[in-house]
């Protein structure tokens, strides 16, 4: 009796865990394998996961069914979250630039009440992230796959104020007064 309130417990821990990340399908495909007596078919997704508080991961999976690609790509997903630093837990610290193969993509952080201004897959990354105001624009390829990993080459570049302050020794208002887009008031009155 108590190994059975044991284990039941344990698959509520997880079910929990499940429940924190959020996941989205970025795309489908239905991919083919030729072989000696035909085409075998199956289907590739691409799916990103987050918990919607700065942490984020995409994984991929092929299976010759729809929902065991979307599990194997779900698990990938999320063994492979990244951390990311918010600015207010809402936008970004500042703009970046992310590359992936032939897919470029330009992040930059924008004021309170803008929006998730991206499309298809770079808005995908920012819901399950969590940001809330953000500008995106997808320069060059379309591909889903390039786009995302692109998306991600510019969120790993993201660097808070307390990471830069602590790398060059520095206090973290040295770091912020010095900005220029009004975004302290250090920077507002030298302006």
Excluded at 20 to 37: H, P, Y
Excluded at 46 to 59: E, I, N, P, T, Y
Excluded at 133 to 152: C, L
Aim: net charge positive; hydrophobic share 35%; aromatic share 4%.
């Amino acid at each position: 009796m108590a190994e059975e309130r044991g284990r039941g417990r344990r698959n509520r821990d997880r079910d929990e865990e499940q429940s924190e990340f959020v996941d989205k399908l970025v795309g489908i495909n239905r991919v083919a394998k030729t072989v000696k007596g035909g085409k075998n078919f199956g289907f590739a997704a691409l799916v990103v996961v987050g918990d919607q508080k700065g942490r984020a991961g995409f994984g991929k999976g092929k299976a010759r069914e729809v929902p065991e690609a979307i599990r194997k790509a779900t698990e990938e997903a999320k063994r492979n979250m990244v951390r990311i630093p918010l600015r207010e837990g809402r936008t970004l610290h500042h703009d970046g630039k992310g590359r992936w193969g032939a897919g470029k993509v330009v992040l930059r952080a924008a004021p309170p009440g803008t929006g998730v201004i991206a499309g298809g897959p770079m808005r995908a990354v920012m819901e399950v992230l969590g940001v809330q105001d953000v500008v995106g624009k997808s320069i060059g390829s379309s591909n889903p796959y390039n786009m995302v990993r692109a998306t991600f080459d510019a969120l790993t570049g993201q660097a808070s104020p307390r990471s830069v302050a602590s790398k060059r020794g520095l206090k973290v208002q040295d770091v912020v007064g010095r900005r220029t887009d009004g975004a302290s008031e250090a920077g507002v009155v030298e302006a």
